[in-house]
């Protein structure tokens, strides 16, 4: 495990999806409290959910000037951004809809359009945003879930991306039976890992001996996505509930 990790344990999913609402606002008003604009990381499936309805409401919600804030996402499904599979929608219903944000602060990746056309488009408009010819940028803060195969974003166990040294978004194949094969863009190791703040949230006794076995650093190579999870100077902070950290 990263020597610069830290785990956070709450009671219950609830309290997780508090306790990881708390979190985000804090790194967000701390680092306002010193530039002019945030940049978050969004995750996909499940577990967000709450976290972002809770942002999304008061008190939280009237916390952070959220012009200042741009969001991103970690990974997407190849589908439409109306599509009910569509991590962009999903943040859309639970969070964006209500922060009466400027458009421009919406960085969605476009599902819609040819993998490999949307994931170099995607890694343009980053390059855009943060204005970088060269080098990587460093995100205010990314959020990751973990699946219980050890995935993180869309870096699925033995794919080709998991080695990308390059490119910061890349198109990957990937089926979760009996789901057909769907294709997904997801940021890769290089560009997650610049961060200057990780958030790994993970729920749930059905990833407990998976969290077991990485924040145990046995010893093993990293072998799963989620071990390759190492900020080079950023902070990782592993925020779980107890069936998860059990
Ligand atoms: C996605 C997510 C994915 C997710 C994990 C954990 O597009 O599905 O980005 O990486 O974070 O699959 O999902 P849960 O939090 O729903 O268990």
């Known amino acids: 495990m990263p020597i610069n990790a830290g785990v956070i344990v709450f009671k219950d999913s609830q309290e997780l999806a ?137 870096l699925f166990p033995d794919s080709p991306a998991l080695g990308e040294t390059d490119r910061w978004v890349v198109a990957v194949e990937h089926t979760l039976p009996p789901a057909p094969l769907v294709s997904r863009i997801t940021m890769t190791f290089p560009l997650l890992n610049a961060a200057r703040r990780i958030a790994l949230i993970v729920s749930g006794a059905a990833k407990a001996g998976l969290v077991h076995r990485v924040l145990s650093g046995s010893g093993e190579a990293p072998r799963l996505p989620v071990q390759r999870v190492n900020p080079e100077e950023g902070e990782l902070t592993w925020l779980l509930d107890e069936a998860a950290a059990k």
């Not at 790194?27 to 959910?49: C, E, K, N, Y």
């Not at 219903?93 to 009466?100: I, Q």
């Not at 359009?113 to 205010?140: C, T």
């Open 18 to 154: 508090r306790g990881a609402t708390g979190y985000i606002l804090s790194a967000i008003v701390q680092t306002l409290s010193r530039q002019d604009r945030f940049s978050l990381v969004l995750s996909g499936g499940s577990t967000p959910r709450a976290i972002y309805t809770l942002l999304g409401q008061p008190p939280q919600a009237g916390q952070v000037p959220w012009s200042r804030v741009h969001f991103f996402w970690g990974d997407e499904r190849c589908v439409p951004p109306e599509h009910g599979d569509s991590n962009y929608l999903m943040a859309y219903e639970t969070l964006l809809a209500r922060l009466a944000l400027p458009a421009q602060n919406i960085h969605r990746i476009q599902g819609e359009v040819p993998p490999d056309e949307s994931a170099a488009s995607y890694e343009r408009a980053l390059m855009e945003f943060f204005e970088k010819e060269n080098g990587l940028p460093h995100f205010d803060l990314v959020l990751l879930g973990m699946g219980d195969d050890g995935h993180i974003a869309s």
